[in-house]
């Protein structure tokens, strides 16, 4: 068994699509997750997406050169990191018939999903960026809750 196989090893395979597919080309879709005992709403985002904004959170208003630049510059840096994910893709403009081929699509392998503006049941409020693992899931759909009369 691989690494990558370890790590999506149950794990619904439809998630670890959207969240490939949402890191390698920056897809966004609204989506409502099942935790034990919890909800998370939110859209989801790519991990380059999670840490480029993560990077401006923890940065402020503070300037360069202080501890929470620094803190910011590692999350630019793993954003930076990310950036190719999807140029490794063989899958191109996006084929709705898929490769041509046997190959099959080179996709970054995935361990949390990432949601910006997120709400959580029983909690007031949203948060700006929430974070999960995707083994942590157990259930998902895509769109929001409709919001009642």
């Known amino acids: 068994m691989t690494e990558s196989d370890e790590a999506t090893q149950g794990n619904d395979p439809d998630l670890v699509g959207l969240v490939q597919l949402a890191d390698?080309?920056?897809?966004?879709?609204?989506?409502?997750l099942t935790l034990a005992g919890q909800v998370v709403q939110g859209t989801?985002?790519?991990a380059r997406t999670f840490s480029s904004e993560m990077a401006d959170v923890?940065?402020?208003?503070?300037?360069?050169?202080?501890l929470r630049s620094s803190m910011?510059?590692?999350?630019?840096h793993r954003a930076k990191r990310l950036e190719e994910f999807?140029?490794?893709s063989k899958l191109g403009e996006l084929d709705p018939e898929g490769p041509e081929g046997d190959d099959l699509p080179t996709l970054?392998?995935?361990?949390?999903?990432?949601?910006?503006?997120?709400s959580v049941s029983g909690v007031?409020?949203?948060?700006?960026?929430?974070?999960?693992?995707?083994?942590?899931?157990?259930?998902w759909t895509l769109g929001?809750?409709?919001?009642?009369?």
């Open 108 to 118: 970054p392998d995935v361990e949390f999903v990432h949601l910006r503006d997120a």
């Open 44 to 46: 989801l985002v790519s």
């Open 72 to 76: 910011a510059a590692r999350f630019r």
């Open 58 to 66: 923890v940065q402020g208003e503070d300037p360069e050169g202080t």
């Open 124 to 139: 007031a409020g949203r948060l700006s960026l929430w974070r999960g693992r995707l083994d942590a899931v157990a259930g």
């Open 86 to 88: 999807g140029a490794a």
């Open 144 to 149: 929001g809750f409709a919001e009642s009369d």
């Open 24 to 32: 390698a080309y920056g897809l966004e879709y609204d989506l409502v």
